[in-house]
């Protein structure tokens, strides 16, 4: 029988390579790699349904989930996972001193409907009482003019969004007083510059971070991969040989940190890092699978549902495909 052959388009990662690069086939498939970088994929999935296999915005594709969008469907592989504490930048001239004194200020973001600012409001809101709609928010490019919404957004009257001045920049907005705080998914040039009026939230995000990982369990999850719905319906095995395949280039990215002949990653101390990490999460710390990952899930479905993004509470179940809700991730 002839394989299917299908364009993948994701990031380069470790967990990600393996399959680019041919050392992991997904079964029945010829795979054509479309390395590239995600705010263009994302916005070719949405807006052209340009691959067959994508990794894709977890706040959009709730978005689509809402909207009852038929395109694609997901399975719970999860190749971006980030913390955010580090993602939030303040002006130190707007009287910001802790989490809690965000509340009435004006912070941007270049999208309202990233999936950074989805956790960030929900650690806000959880975490420091500072609900969405406590905030005026503004949204605009980091460090160029323009962007905008990659989806058209019917947000409810309480939460207050509008965007920037359109020869205006976040970055430069922060750094002249413009903003109080910007959530960005990159140190933004004012602060990389050293500007003395532009810092951190959290100084030392790591603790924070740590903190809060300890606390809630939560690993917050950014980005899914999502498959063309036509190609599940002909071929339903289909889900399942993706989220196989993507566990096993896991496992590859996993043992390659530990390797120390010749370490793999440009990084001094990678495999000791590493092993921080496993002591701290476990051994599979970046998990994927629906059963392993329903606690942030549901976290993100609420935070969705609390910004307006949806305008119903989503059951996780209905967000990714049902074949791959009983796999389970065998990578350690």
């Not at 997901?74 to 965000?102: K, Q």
């Not at 950014?222 to 719905?229: S, T």
Request: charged share 20%.
């Amino acid at each position: 029988m002839a394989k299917l052959k299908l364009s993948l388009a994701c990031t380069q990662t470790d967990r990600a390579a393996p399959i680019l690069d041919g050392r992991v086939e997904i079964a029945g498939c010829e795979v054509i790699p479309l390395p590239g970088v995600t705010q263009t994929i994302f916005r070719q999935v949405l807006d052209d349904q340009a691959f067959d296999i994508a990794e894709m915005s977890m706040s959009s594709h709730l978005v689509q989930v809402d909207r009852g969008a038929q395109d694609y469907v997901a399975i719970p592989v999860f190749l971006s996972r980030a913390f955010r504490h580090s993602s939030i930048y303040i002006n130190t001239n707007s009287g910001i001193e802790r989490p809690e004194d965000l509340s009435g200020k004006t912070i941007g973001v270049q999208q309202f409907q990233q999936t950074i600012g989805l956790w960030v409001r929900g650690i806000l809101g959880d975490e420091h009482g500072v609900p969405a709609k406590d905030v005026e928010w503004k949204n605009g490019g980091l460090e160029a003019p323009g962007g905008g919404e990659r989806l058209k957004l019917d947000l409810p009257e309480d939460i207050n969004l509008s965007p920037i001045p359109a020869d205006q920049t976040l970055n430069g907005m922060l750094a002249e007083g413009g903003l109080d705080a910007i959530i960005a998914t990159k140190p933004p040039s004012s602060y990389a510059q050293g500007k003395p009026n532009v810092a951190r939230l959290f100084p030392d995000y790591v603790s924070a971070e740590m903190a809060y990982y300890q606390r809630t369990g939560a690993f917050p999850i950014m980005h899914c991969v999502v498959i063309r719905r036509s190609l599940i319906e002909q071929h339903p095995w289909l889900a399942a040989e993706v989220f196989n395949a993507f566990v096993r280039a896991k496992q590859i990215a996993y043992d390659e940190l530990k390797q120390v002949n010749i370490l793999r990653l440009t990084l001094p101390w990678v495999a000791e890092r590493a092993a921080d990490a496993r002591s701290m999460m476990g051994g599979n710390f970046w998990k994927y699978g629906f059963s392993e990952s329903k606690a942030e899930i549901e976290m993100m479905l609420r935070y969705a549902h609390s910004d307006g993004l949806t305008g119903r509470l989503l059951n996780a179940e209905d967000v990714f495909h049902p074949s791959t809700l009983p796999l389970k991730d065998t990578s350690n």
